[in-house]
């Protein structure tokens, strides 16, 4: 990548935003977001990211774009996921361990249930968006 | 098919207790009664933090929050909320009570915290450039370098009332106006990012979770001093945390947000890693800066202060990752929205590490100004096992031990500093009646003991002396003399010691002496911990007539102490006793005490 003039920078951060609002350009409307800062790791989050990957794989679930991220601030319920599906709500379940990831891809991304007793409060809105 | 509303019933311990299970059944009698099992999910979530209120009832994805619901409130809320879509007002959390509520414009639902520093934390992923330059990223450093001036940029953080983040609070523009004010040629710009305390993971998680909101702040910061060369100290046991900045440093490289000529602005500057290796010391700035320069790691009197005289004798602006962390905020969003959050000397908000015995142990941010009691029970969930909340400690070994009469206390640099402790970077350590004060003074500074680097005696040899004084407290051999001694070596290591850790290494000893007196004088007087955190001050005893002779105390005990025939009442012989408690876990029938 050569380097950014400043109206490159600014036509990158334009085309990602719109990138994003319209979720990802290539037909992934869904998305697990695992947290992986050193206290998610700690806790499992690398299990049950690849545990999510393979489910994914599994039941031949393309849509679903997986990323990671770093702390959510929830340290008592690591590794923490969010999940974002059109028409559901956006949640962050707590406690991920991989079972639990694989629920993640059956219950709330196949049959677009919210999973029992896992379910974590949003810590705040978002100042950015 | 999916559902159309989602009602979500806390399921913590707490809610559990005050009938949270038969809340939960009764919401889903309601929704198969009315007809809607196809429409509304219920499910129980994991305890939402808000424990004193509860049991918590969450609908989405309207987002209203009722609290302290029945079971008997389940019906109207199906007929009116879900069929009706009338809100059940008198249920609803009454958002005027709470003043993190209030602290910011233009937010109208109820959030327990509000972030500014973490606000990309768990948002972006930290190893792809695109999605922080997405979020705003890098917004800020084209506006400081395309339509601001180096003035400028200092002004308005000045104006933003912006203080230090790493434990001292000083106002950050006017660091920075220190520096730029030096006779221009090479100036540094350095981040803190040692984080000694203990307690404290803030820095880690944001250097984790948003690398480049740092590198951005520095290159902001250069710009504004006149600085072309930025280091960042960290120490080498944060391997992920130095992972993603190398990984950010190259990438910024690769797009020309670091180097020659940043976007063609004709401004210059890059950033290089240095590994600490872990000393508490190191994270003073002066003791920093020695290191950065491959010496020992000793503080320096101060003047001349680091922006007039830092590294190689070159003015030196250091700064906490933390601080760093809001300058791109402050510089888009405008100083005067950052100084309407927080208290009258105090803006903006603080991120904690919240850990000890609360049920909610994390990472949180609030407004400065919020109350403890705030953050430890609408947001930490209380204290662990329905236990009484005793002590807070915040600022780590350097801050002081907090006791309950201050829960309702705002908390910002001033009024802790009023009732014995500091800010520090963020610590915040809550204790149960299940610890011992002195105890945990002796925990501190034991740390500091270790962690002193011995240049001055003060630090030296009062800091050996405090401990040995708790030690013997601690053992039952204190006298009240001691207590004397130990106020007075406390005040000449506050007065005369050369840095930030000696003179605020007895702030443990010295605000537990002022709340928990009678704590001491218990271990004093009485030769008794109520705690039982104190194993020379412990016995223990088997009450005969509650013994059955199970004879399991007197397999588990490791000294051979415990004698007894079978189904006869056993006994323990205290002198062989080595007061590990385990005859006092395994006993079944109650039968041991331990005072
Ligand atoms: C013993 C001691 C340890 C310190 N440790 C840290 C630290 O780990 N991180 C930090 O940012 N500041 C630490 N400080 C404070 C720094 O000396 C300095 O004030 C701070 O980095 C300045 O940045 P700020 O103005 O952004 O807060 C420490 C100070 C003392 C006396
Ligand atoms: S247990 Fe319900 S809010 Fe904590």
């Known amino acids: 990548m050569a380097k950014l003039t400043l109206d490159d920078l600014r036509k990158l951060r334009d085309e990602k935003q719109k990138a994003i609002e319209k979720r990802d350009p290539s037909n992934k409307d869904a998305q697990i977001i695992v947290g992986m800062g050193t206290c998610g790791i700690a806790a499992g989050a690398k299990e049950t990211f690849n545990a999510i990957i393979d489910e994914l794989d599994a039941k031949n679930i393309s849509h679903v774009l997986v990323r990671q991220t770093g702390c959510m601030g929830l340290c008592h319920s690591e590794p923490t996921v969010e999940v974002i599906v059109p028409d559901m709500p956006t949640v962050i379940y707590g406690n991920v361990n991989a079972e639990v990831g694989k629920q993640i891809v059956n219950d709330h991304i196949v049959s677009k249930r919210l999973i029992d007793n896992h379910i974590c409060d949003k810590p705040a809105m978002d100042i950015v968006r | ?595």
């Open chain 2, 1 to 595: 098919m999916s559902y159309k509303q989602y009602i979500l019933v806390c399921g913590g311990t707490a809610c559990d207790s005050i009938r949270g299970m038969e809340l939960f059944n009764a919401l889903k009698t309601a929704v198969k009664e009315n007809g809607l099992i196809n429409e509304v999910q219920v499910v129980r979530t994991g305890c939402l933090g808000f424990c004193e209120k509860g049991p918590i009832v969450k609908v989405l994805p309207q987002d209203t929050f009722y609290v302290e619901v029945k079971p008997e409130d389940a019906e109207e809320i199906i007929k009116e909320h879900i069929i009706k879509g009338r809100e059940v007002s008198r249920l609803l959390y009454d958002k005027e009570q709470s003043k993190i509520h209030v602290a910011i414009e233009g937010i109208d639902f109820y959030q327990k915290q509000f972030r500014v520093v973490l606000r990309n934390c768990g948002a972006i992923d930290p190893n792809v450039i695109d999605e922080y330059i997405a979020r705003d990223g890098y917004k800020a450093l084209e506006k400081a370098l395309f339509d601001m001036t180096p003035q400028d940029v200092i002004d308005e953080i000045s104006k933003s009332g912006l203080r230090g983040r790493g434990g001292a609070g000083f106002p950050t523009g006017k660091k920075w106006s220190f520096a730029a004010a030096q006779p221009a040629g090479q100036k540094y710009m350095v981040c803190n990012a040692d984080e000694g305390d203990p307690g404290a993971y803030m820095d880690r998680s944001t250097l984790e979770g948003d690398p480049h909101s740092v590198l951005e702040a520095m290159t902001i910061g250069g710009y504004a001093i006149g600085a072309d060369k930025g280091f960042i100290y960290i120490r080498a046991e944060y391997p992920l945390a130095i992972k993603r900045l190398e990984n950010a440093l190259k990438q910024a490289r690769e797009y020309g947000l670091l180097g020659n000529d940043i976007l063609g602005s004709g401004f210059s500057f890059d950033i290089e890693i240095r590994l600490g290796a872990g000393a508490f010391v190191c994270g003073e700035e002066t003791a920093l800066l020695a290191s950065i320069e491959g010496n020992r790691g000793m503080p320096r009197p101060r003047p001349p202060f680091p922006a007039v005289k830092g590294l190689w004798g070159r003015p030196t602006v250091i700064n906490n990752v933390e601080t760093l962390a809001n300058i791109p905020v402050i510089l888009l969003k405008g100083a005067d929205w950052f100084n309407k959050i927080g208290t009258a000397t105090s803006k903006g908000t603080k991120v904690f590490a919240l850990t000890g015995k609360i049920n909610n142990s994390g990472l949180i941010e609030v407004p400065m100004g919020t109350t403890l009691r705030e953050i430890i029970f609408d947001i930490g969930g209380g204290i662990r096992g329905g236990k009484a909340f005793k002590a807070a400690q915040t600022g780590g070994p350097s801050g002081g031990i907090i006791p309950p009469q201050f829960l309702d206390t705002p908390i910002d640099y001033e009024n802790l500093a009023k009732i014995g402790s500091i800010m520090g970077s963020g610590g915040l350590i809550v204790m149960d009646e299940d610890d011992c004060i002195p105890n945990i003074a002796k925990f501190y500074l034991d740390f500091t003991v270790d962690e002193s680097c011995g240049k001055c005696a003060p630090c030296r040899i009062g800091g050996r002396k405090l401990l040995n004084y708790l030690d013997k407290i601690c053992d039952g051999k204190g006298t009240h003399e001691d207590i004397e001694n130990m106020r007075e070596i406390s005040e000449a290591m506050s007065r005369a010691s050369l840095c930030g850790l000696g003179q605020t290494a007895s702030n443990p000893v010295q605000s537990s002496l002022r709340y928990f007196m009678d704590e001491y004088k218990e271990h004093i007087d009485d030769k008794r911990c109520r705690a039982g955190k104190c194993k020379n001050l412990l016995r223990y005893t088997i009450d005969k007539t509650k013994c059955v002779g199970c004879t399991a105390c007197a397999r588990v005990c490791p000294a051979n102490a415990i004698a007894g025939e079978r189904k006869q009442p056993h006994a323990i012989n205290n002198e062989t006793c080595i007061k590990c408690g385990q005859c006092y876990e395994i006993c079944k029938f109650h039968a041991i005490t331990r005072e």
